[in-house]
């Protein structure tokens, strides 16, 4: 360190400058930007000491030169956000979480619902609240049978509850083996996941990369 503080002042800028330069051309889109001067066809065509001195000759260009390359990676990164935004399916998506956020304003904050009465789960006076779509598949992904299989389940439609404004949920839920193990009921416009387990089954603990697989499996079954 001190060897480097020992260095002339224009050497450090010049250090600070390409290594600025280096970390801005790790950037994925900028990367993209470098390499694609050649095609693949050209790539496939051209000898490969050709192509080696060509994207040599790129990297060192755009090392010296990588402010005036800056903006154009910046707007493309811009430009690619509101393509994004602009696309039906996101937006789709953003309105949904959005209706389902206003919903569970409302919505409790406790493992039953204030109110409900039955078992808790199976009675559809006694729902299981989640927070939201998500949140519900998450929560039927962690049930367990007592031989601690994991339970299969499908969604057979909405209902209304009498402890609950909002619609509930119901599925039929069966054991690995095809028994069935009941109709359970889940009122997913609420502020959190239960922690609490039907009689007869338990919850387990998922990582989040877990439950997305669960919820993507979930959306195609609907599908």
């Known amino acids: 360190m001190s060897s480097l503080l020992a260095l002339p002042v224009w050497q450090l800028v010049l250090i600070g400058y390409l290594v600025t330069g280096a970390i801005i051309m790790n950037i994925p889109r900028a990367r993209r930007e470098i390499f694609s001067i050649l095609t693949p066809e050209e790539i496939e065509s051209m000898p ?17 030169l990588w402010p005036l390359f800056v903006k154009e990676w910046l707007f493309g990164i811009s430009t690619l956000l509101r393509e994004l935004q602009a696309d039906e399916g996101y937006q789709s998506m953003v309105a949904i979480n959005k209706a389902m956020a ?15 009465n039955g078992d808790f789960g199976y009675d559809i006076s006694n729902p299981v609240p989640t927070q939201g779509i ?17 339970v299969a389940y499908s969604r057979i439609g909405s209902f209304t509850s009498p ?11 069966s054991h690995a083996d095809g028994t069935a193990l009941g109709t359970l009921y889940v009122a997913p416009y609420n502020k959190r996941n239960s922690t609490k387990a039907p ?25």
């Not at 490969?48 to 260009?61: C, I």
């Not at 206003?102 to 409900?116: N, R």
């Not at 009689?199 to 599908?223: D, H, W």
């Open 134 to 150: 998500q949140g519900s598949t998450r929560y039927l992904g962690r049930l367990r049978a007592q031989d601690g299989t994991k």
């Open 163 to 173: 402890v609950t404004s909002s619609l509930v949920d119901g599925y039929l839920i």
């Open 48 to 64: 490969r000491w050709k192509v080696y001195s060509t994207f040599s000759v790129e990297l060192v260009v755009s090392l010296a």
């Open 102 to 116: 206003e919903l569970s304003i409302d919505g409790c904050d406790t493992d039953e619902i204030p109110g409900s």
């Open 199 to 223: 009689e007869g089954l338990s919850l387990v603990l998922v990582s989040n990369s877990q439950a997305s697989a669960m919820f993507n499996r979930q959306e195609e079954t609907q599908k």
